[in-house]
Nanobody
Framework: VQLQASGGGLVQAGGSLRLSCAAS????????MGWFRQAPGKEREFVAA????????FYAGSVKGRFTISRDNAENTVYLQMHNLKPEDTAVYYC?????????????????WGQGTLVTVSS
């Protein structure tokens, strides 16, 4: 599985961005998909995950209510809609996929990773 994230950029605090992640392969609809981020000098952290069907989602507390993860299995794409962005959201955002059934926030349980897209939020 190859994952290609896009949609990052520079935005002012309070603004919005939508990240996309296009996946290759015919089995996209069987994967749990997730978004992680890594800020400069910090460890990679979980942001959000979505079940294979899209019926279940899970968010980190720091983004809950501001970010929405969704997927289009017909287009092999997962999205992360981000609203009310804050400077502390500045990071490289990575999409990832897991062959496991259950949604997880553990990076160790994800199998494939994209290259990331940079989101910079100015104050």
């Amino acid at each position: 599985v190859q994952l290609q994230a896009s949609g990052g950029g520079l935005v002012q605090a309070g603004g919005s961005l939508r990240l996309s992640c296009a996946a290759s392969g015919r089995t996209f609809s069987t994967y749990v998909m997730g978004w992680f981020r890594q800020a400069p000098g910090k460890e990679r952290e979980f942001v959000a995950a979505i079940s294979s069907s899209g019926s279940g989602t899970f968010y980190a507390g720091s983004v809950k209510g501001r970010f929405t993860i969704s997927r289009d299995n017909a287009e092999n794409t997962v999205y992360l809609q981000m609203h009310n962005l804050k400077p502390e959201d500045t990071a490289v955002y990575y999409c990832t996929s897991s062959v496991r059934v259950l949604i997880t926030a553990s990076a160790q349980l994800y199998d494939y990773w994209g290259q990331g897209t940079l989101v910079t939020v100015s104050s």
